[in-house]
């Protein structure tokens, strides 16, 4: 990077003539010797080993590096897409340890040893995931950008169901949750779609459900 | 975010000590709450102790007949726990009204207790705000307040707290068992745990600097008809307006305690005593002083429609 032109004033040279005077700090500094590019203080750095797709990796990030980011800008796996990322949209959702996440929600350095499986990890173009067959089939989205999300949470929340896991709507909470539209829709509410491709997500979600009974 | 150090913790205790000693230092467990503020700059802790491998991640009976519900269960695991189930469907109840899938696959049970508030004057830096930064004013008070606090306010802050789970853990009578940085323990009863706001909302607790939550308790259950109704402005992943936790006896008598009233879930046992008259009766004891603002008054009505629904459905 061309630097020229920049002034090379170091944080501390201005705090130290700043303390002398403030009406003859700039000249003499700029009249002196170039100093040194200033550092700015490295943000702490953490090495984290996981598997990724089944795929074992190790990085070394800043350690406010989000599981999101590492993905997308470490690992370049782009698949899973960074929406609001506070948590809000679903579209980061991935697959950690069988469990559906916001990998907006949580530090890369949190997972050591974990297994994440993210859109790239379920089906490729070749081979495809039911449930991706399942959205291609019923035109579950229009511009695409939340579909990664919403295929790893739907994949996910079959699965849920069919462990037991009782939902807001389960009308009996100690009986074994049904496999309903009502059931998906209440589950899949932290994937928001905002062209609107509810109605075909669920009914993509209900094919699959259906294939695997 | 502002940079910070990490490092993993290896005991509950030795996770006390370090962040009593290091200035501004937070733990971490699920994380969904904190990173979310700390993108906004709202927390910005120096230091994260990651919690996660403390193995506080089963739920034991007790020797009395409750559970112990180690501090890093998650929010679903809770609510599926065949036991919690069956034996306190109103805390199920509330952890399945809460959140959404992806966040109660990360929060814990630790964590829900701690949540801060959602209050929209908190979240935005650009205004004033007692609770984030103490003596800068709340702006809040005098702005848009539909979904803030009607009761236990103060002049300082009208926030809410933000859980449902810790609705029904007051309803329960749970108990938050912690460990200082000394290594001492002890169990504070959840009616003592959150505090009001009054002259200090950036307290929000009774936990001194450091002390660490390990497992909230239950009592043994106490039978009856668990209710937990949320009413919010979407049917799924929205905060409450207003939500009613209930265990409803046979002979009508029962406990109540309400959520997105106040800066804690919000019980007065002496209210229950009026339960079996119905709902205005128990309301106009339990919401007695209620200092509403002209965007939320609508809420002390609500809650007490709520509550006649919940009534009515445990007359049914």
């Known amino acids: ?213 | 975010m502002k940079s910070f150090s990490y490092e993993r913790a290896r005991t509950p205790a030795e996770a006390a000590a370090i962040v009593a000693r290091t200035p501004g230092a937070r733990f971490i467990a699920g994380g969904t709450n904190l990173l979310d503020l700390m993108k906004l700059q709202i927390e910005t802790p120096p230091h994260l102790v990651d919690v996660n491998g403390l193995q506080l991640d089963r739920i034991e009976t007790t020797p009395e007949g409750g559970l112990r519900i180690g501090a890093l269960v998650r929010n679903t695991d809770l609510a599926a726990d065949k036991r919690v189930r069956k034996d306190y469907a109103v805390l199920s109840r509330a952890l399945l009204a809460g959140a959404s899938g992806q966040l109660r696959n990360k929060a814990t049970t630790a964590g829900n207790l701690l949540q801060r508030t959602r209050c929209p004057y908190f979240y935005d830096t650009n205004q004033a705000c007692n609770k984030r930064k103490p003596g800068s004013g709340c702006a809040a008070i005098g702005g848009v307040s539909r979904s803030l606090g009607v009761i236990g306010t103060s002049d300082a802050c009208i926030a809410t707290h933000p859980s449902d789970m810790a609705v029904a853990m007051r309803l329960l009578d749970a108990g938050v068992e912690t460990v200082k940085a000394d290594g001492a323990t002890r169990t504070i009863p959840i009616a003592d745990f959150h505090t009001l706001p009054g002259d200090t909302p950036h307290v929000e607790n009774v936990l001194a600097p450091g002390e660490l939550i390990t497992a909230v308790t239950l009592p043994r259950p106490i039978g009856g008809r668990h209710f937990y109704h949320k009413v919010r402005d979407r049917a799924s992943y929205a905060f409450a307006l207003v939500s009613v936790a209930a265990v409803v006896q046979k002979d009508g008598s029962g406990r109540v305690a309400l959520g997105g009233m106040a800066h804690k879930p919000w019980r007065i046992e002496a209210a229950e005593e009026q339960l079996p008259k119905g709902a205005r009766r128990t309301n106009e004891v339990l919401l007695a002083g209620a200092q509403p603002t002209h965007d939320n008054a609508f809420k002390l009505t609500l809650a007490e429609r709520t509550l006649d629904s919940v009534l009515a459905e445990a007359r049914a």
């Open chain 1, 1 to 213: 990077m061309d630097r020229s032109g920049e002034f090379d004033i170091s944080r501390r040279g201005v705090l130290i003539s700043g303390a002398a005077s403030v009406a003859v700090t700039v000249t003499p500094h700029v009249a002196a010797e170039p100093a040194p590019p200033p550092k700015e203080a490295a943000p702490p750095m953490h090495k984290v080993a996981f598997k990724v797709n089944g795929k074992p990796r190790e990085l070394e990030l800043d350690t406010r590096t989000t599981l999101l980011d590492a993905l997308r800008e470490h690992l370049h796996l782009t698949g899973t897409k960074k929406g609001c990322d506070h948590g809000q949209c679903g579209a980061c959702t991935v697959i950690v340890d069988g469990r559906r996440i916001n990998s907006c929600l949580t530090l890369a350095v949190m997972h050591e040893g974990d297994e994440i499986t993210t859109i790239e990890g379920l089906g490729t173009p070749e081979k495809m995931h039911p449930m991706q067959v399942a959205f291609v089939k019923h035109d579950g989205y229009q511009c695409g950008y939340c579909t990664p999300g919403q295929i790893c949470s739907a994949v996910a929340v079959l699965d849920e169901i069919r462990r037991g896991i009782p939902s807001h709507v389960s009308a009996d909470i100690n009986a074994r949750p049904q496999m309903t539209t009502i059931e998906m829709r209440e589950r899949m509410s932290g994937n928001i779609c905002r062209c609107g491709a509810y109605s075909n997500i669920v009914e993509a979600m209900q094919e699959v459900a259906e294939a695997k009974a």
